[in-house]
């Protein structure tokens, strides 16, 4: 498994959840990291964005309660998930995309996070 994600789970709305993804180190050279997210019966979304110069990107509808960050020692991004809604359900997938070769890119296989009302 080349991203392995984790910290998936069920939590009441207005909690928190912290989920990693750690990338293999067979993986060089990672310029984006992100995360998407998929809800049952919808398409999947983009969440946000970590660039290699930390720079961070965040679809409206998590804005101001999530945090995406990078730890390139360590070949993972994290996304801290607060505040979080019932709409906020759904599994939530990595992905990273390389300079060199430039833009390979490479998924996770989904953690999945539920949010009771």
């Known amino acids: 498994v080349q991203l392995q994600a984790s910290g998936g789970g069920l939590v009441q709305a207005g909690g928190s959840l912290r989920l990693s993804c750690a990338a293999s180190?067979?993986?060089?050279?990672?310029?984006?990291m992100k995360w998407y997210r998929q809800a049952p019966g919808k398409q999947r979304e983009w969440v946000g964005t970590v660039t290699s110069g930390d720079s961070t990107n965040y679809a409206d509808s998590v804005k101001g309660r999530f945090t995406i960050s990078r730890d390139n020692a360590k070949n993972t991004v994290y996304l801290q998930m607060n505040s979080l809604k019932p709409e906020d359900t759904a599994v939530y997938y990595c992905y990273v995309d390389t300079a060199i070769p430039r833009f390979k890119t490479y998924w996770g296989q989904g953690t999945e996070v539920t949010v009771s009302s």
């Open positions: 180190r067979s993986i060089f050279s990672i310029n984006n």
